[in-house]
Each structure stands twice: as structure tokens, then as C-alpha cells.
């Protein structure tokens, strides 16, 4: 019971983590169009902020903390899939930490990107979403 709690919870925060991965470039987007220091800029900023710090980081750090959790209790971490899910994570959390880092651009007026190099990055979660779940599934490599 306790286990399927946990995995449950790590689910939910997995999934709660990449909506936001998946939504906070897609920001970057349409902030990346705005006029600078516009009412439309600003709540494009307080959403990004909101986001990261409500729902992105909790879930990523619940998302870290659950998943290492479940691999102790199930002896996994000897396991090559593993090992890789691992490293795919460690770049998710990267790619969320470089968000962390336009959106603090955006609110220092710093932005140099755009809209453009906004659209390709955002492809970046799917591609890691996407390996992470067939490594779970498919188990490989043992």
C-alpha cells in the first residue's frame, strides 16, 4: 500500500513538473513578442514566476525525491535503464533551470532571444518526456 502511494505521488509529480516544462516555454513565446514594460509583458513575468515557484520546483523536487525513493525500495539502481532515466532527469532538470534563468532575463529587461529559438526549445521536454517514458516501460538494456 505504502509503495503504490509513493508511486502514485511520484506520477502525479512527474506529470505536474513536465505540464509546466511543457507550458513555461511556450511562455517564453508569446513574452518574447510582447512590447517591453507593457501590462501584457508584466503578467507574461508574473506568470512565468508563479509557475516556476508553485508548481515547476515543488514538483521537480517531489519528482527527484519519489523517484529515488521508489529505486531504493526496489533495488534498481544497478539497473542500466535506470542509470539512464537517471541522466535524461539530470537534463530535465537543467533545461528547467535554464528556464528558471530567461525568466529571471525577462524580468531584468534582459532578453535577447527570439520568439523563434523559443518554439525549437520547447521541443526540448517532449524529446526527454518521451525516452523517459519508453525507459520505464520497455526496461532495456537488462
Do not use: Q
Not at 535554464?98 to 531584468?108: L, N
Amino acid at each position: 500500500m505504502t509503495y503504490s502511494i509513493l508511486k502514485s505521488l511520484h506520477i502525479i509529480f512527474f506529470t505536474t513538473w513536465m505540464a509546466g516544462l511543457f507550458y513555461l516555454p511556450r511562455l517564453f513565446v508569446y513574452h518574447s513578442s510582447c512590447k517591453i514594460k507593457s501590462d501584457k509583458y508584466n503578467t507574461f513575468t508574473i506568470m512565468e514566476k508563479k509557475l516556476l515557484r508553485f508548481i515547476m520546483n515543488p514538483s521537480m523536487f517531489l519528482t527527484w525525491f519519489l523517484g529515488i525513493t521508489l529505486a531504493l525500495l526496489n533495488n534498481y539502481f544497478l539497473t542500466t535503464w535506470l542509470i539512464i532515466k537517471i541522466i535524461l532527469v539530470a537534463l530535465m532538470s537543467c533545461f528547467h533551470m535554464y528556464c528558471a534563468k530567461i525568466k529571471t532575463d525577462f524580468e531584468g529587461y534582459k532578453n535577447r532571444k527570439k520568439e523563434s529559438f523559443f518554439r525549437i526549445i520547447n521541443e526540448i521536454p517532449t524529446v526527454l518526456f518521451v525516452l523517459v517514458v519508453l525507459l520505464v516501460v520497455f526496461k532495456p538494456f537488462d
